[in-house]
């Protein structure tokens, strides 16, 4: 993209209110190296110029397909990542803003408490040979946020929060399930009482009856503790059940951003929609839904992005223009935030309530 | 129902127990079903109820330490008209002729991980011409001629091109074509479906379950999907088995299942689902977690978690209840047999 689009103009949201997590023009470029001396010959391009908002309070659903680059957002929210440009603009509890894109070692290190993560896989995100009171207990031991004694109180009290016996802190995470372990998991990420937690992917490895526990308990988490999530998945019906809102990812761009039912109900972008016609809809009955959309074809190459719109060659609205204009993120009233060149055009077709 | 023409597969009192160390873990405990040609059946439940060494069964590729203790899998083959042959799958000697015989011909199998199903050290088109030289008098031109046939067939594209790569060059929807195609390569009567499209996107999903359904119709195979996805079932399933720790407790055709779920598992699974089409609401829970193998709970394993249990369901393992031909339910709350010494003693 030639110009550059300030969030500001592009989403009215940040009039109701100061955002928890101003992201602006996000770009994060890994480099591919070729030959021996590390020639660097292009550039994977897994986000590219992403902005949103996030509110407090509000969980934010990211989706899309598999490399579309959710993941790389939410690593460089929490600066996993050092992103390559803009700017994540972090707003502290006494209303001043921090660009979390520009600080660096120590000074970090406080936010790292605020901003905190639960990852997908229960099984490899927790240290084998850690115990659980030390997987928890770890983050406030490096930054010394409590003397030893508060801690194990912390710990015993985080534990009871996400529904795990304290009396088993000492136990290690092989004696744990699957659901077990991912409460770990967020324990480990509330223990600080952050702002925000980014989880990614974080129910999709479990079982359908656990995942439910977890959903609930998330829920539950965020209204008792006043959390923000940034909730990260390609599972449109689970982020159909959590999110306010939802952004859709499509090869390190941001598609589109609105309310989850708008999402849902009105999609403005055909890969929302064709994404939305893709779920299998737990229901028989509805099985012969007429002008089900098949997306032909792969996701593209985000080191070799199409021209254009990156959708053009599977999209089944793409006129000439598609392939020659990168559309612009455009907000199309009540914060419903669109990268279409028709999408004022376009009659989509969203999921049918029942 | 032995008598239908239509039978491919059937199974019978199936047991499958794997001798640890900690113990006998019963996997699969008394499993009836079978799978007709043309039909899909589903197979659903939660990790470790057993599903996927059902399938491996069928195939006698059960690993080690699991053994088929007891039952049956019979596989019937069409010799004539009115003449049709048994096989006893289960009483076929593991690394035997027979068995390999049938493995890739007549029942083949698509796995949940396609890059580790696939060899990294062969080319896609090497695996499949393997497949069809093994089971037929091809050639190698032949074979490999076959094996662009079915790449084409499977809507990979440029397949004279993608038959030469290597596994790891292709995208996971891609390789899941090519296991496909391998597996479809000497039309099989019936495919085996372990989670094949587990991981994969949404999007590659739909292409692969059409792509499944498109092959079922033009060849009237069968086919046993197992998945723990309820949507997926939805779609594409004539008939739904689900599966808690190492037995169905209730099968069904789709719509039974879906529309009047009578076991109290199926009833609490489908509550628990998060639904594109609902809005946001409290999900409801199925209490605890699947227990422990080595912990099986006394009578029926369900009882800790049920919200129907009564005080017999702990000490009595419930018996296979047909509510009607098409509808059966493992379940104490059906079996008026095993309800009346309870208030007997309750009065």
């Keep these: ?354 | 129902m032995a008598d239908n023409n239509n039978v491919l597969v059937q199974v019978k009192d199936l047991k499958i127990h794997f001798f640890t160390n900690e113990g006998t873990v019963r996997a699969v405990d008394g499993v009836t079903f079978d799978i007709r040609s043309g039909k899909t059946l589903c197979m659903v439940g939660e990790s470790g109820c057993g599903k996927s060494v059902t399938a491996r069964a069928l195939l006698q590729i059960v690993h080690r330490p699991g053994k088929i203790v007891d039952g049956n899998i019979v596989l019937y083959r069409k010799k004539s008209h009115n003449q049709t042959e048994e096989i006893h799958i289960s009483e076929l000697e593991p690394k035997g002729r027979d068995i390999r015989s049938i493995r890739g011909k007549e029942i083949s199998m698509i796995f949940q991980e396609p890059m580790t199903s696939l060899s990294p050290l062969y080319t896609v088109g090497n695996q499949i011409m393997e497949t069809v030289r093994l089971h037929t008098r091809a050639d190698k031109n032949q074979a490999r001629e076959r094996a662009l046939e079915m790449l084409n067939f499977v809507g990979i594209p440029r397949p004279e091109r993608i038959i030469d790569e290597y596994p790891f060059r292709l995208s996971g929807g891609m390789r899941q074509r090519a296991m496909i195609a391998m597996a479809l390569s000497c039309n099989p009567r019936l495919l085996i479906a372990d989670e094949p499209t587990t991981a994969l996107d949404v999007t590659t999903q739909a292409q692969i379950i059409d792509l499944m359904q498109g092959l079922q119709r033009d060849y009237d195979m069968g086919i046993l999907f197992i998945t723990h996805d309820l949507g997926v079932v939805a779609e594409i399933a004539d008939n739904v088995a689900v599966m808690y720790l190492g037995n169905v407790v209730e099968y069904s055709d789709v719509y039974t299942i879906f529309n009047d779920p009578q076991h109290p598992y199926t009833q609490s699974l489908l509550r628990s689902i998060p639904k594109v089409t609902a809005t946001r609401e409290k999900l409801e829970v199925i209490r605890g977690m699947v227990p422990s193998p080595f912990r099986r709970p006394s009578g029926c394993p369900f009882h800790p978690r049920c919200t129907k249990a009564m005080p017999i369901c702990s000490e009595v393992e419930p018996k296979t209840i047909s509510l009607n031909e098409n509808h059966q339910v493992h379940c104490l709350l059906f079996d008026e047999s095993a309800k009346k010494p309870v208030r007997e003693m309750a009065s």
Excluded: W
């Design chain 1, 1 to 354: 993209m030639t110009e550059q689009t300030p969030q500001s103009q592009l989403s009215s949201a940040s009039k109701n209110g100061q955002p928890l997590l101003e992201v602006n023009n996000l770009k994060m470029y890994f480099p591919i190296v070729k030959g021996l001396f590390g020639k660097i010959s292009g550039y994977v391009k897994a986000a590219d110029d992403v902005s949103f908002l996030i509110q407090p309070g509000e969980t934010l659903g990211l989706v899309g397909e598999s490399g579309c680059g959710k993941t790389t957002v939410g690593r460089c929210l929490v600066r996993a990542y050092q992103p390559t440009d803009g700017s994540i603009l972090y707003r502290l509890a006494d209303g001043t803003d921090v660009d979390l894109a520009k600080v660096d070692g120590k000074e970090l290190r406080t936010y790292r408490t605020d901003i905190r993560m639960i990852f997908q896989d229960p099984y490899s995100s927790l240290n084998p040979r850690m115990n659980v009171f030390e997987i928890i207990s770890e983050v406030l031991r490096v930054n010394e946020m409590c003397s030893p004694k508060e801690m194990e109180y912390q710990v015993a009290d985080t534990m009871k929060q996400c529904g795990l016996r304290p009396e088993y802190m000492r136990r290690y995470p092989h004696a744990f399930s699957g659901g077990e372990r991912q409460r770990i998991g967020i324990a480990r990420a509330l223990v600080t009482s952050p702002r925000l937690i980014v989880c990614d992917e974080a129910v999709s490895g479990l079982d359908v009856s656990v995942r439910a526990q977890i959903l609930n308990l998330m829920e539950d988490l965020r209204r008792d503790m006043d959390l923000t999530y940034l909730f990260i998945s390609h599972d449109l019906s689970v982020i159909r059940h959590i999110c306010d809102r939802v952004a859709v990812m499509y090869v390190g761009k941001l598609v589109e951003v609105a309310d989850a039912n708008a999402i849902y109900t009105n999609p403005l972008h055909p890969y929302t929609e064709s994404l939305m016609s893709a779920v299998p809809i737990p229901d028989p009955n509805l099985r012969d839904r007429k002008n089900r959309i098949r997306l032909e074809g792969e996701v593209a190459d985000p080191a070799n992005p199409p021209s254009g719109c990156y959708f053009h060659p599977r999209c089944r609205y793409a006129k000439d223009v598609c392939s020659v204009e990168t559309p612009v993120l455009r907000d199309m009233g009540n914060d419903h935030i669109v990268a279409c060149h028709f999408a004022e055009e376009l009659e989509l077709t969203g999921v049918r309530m029942s």
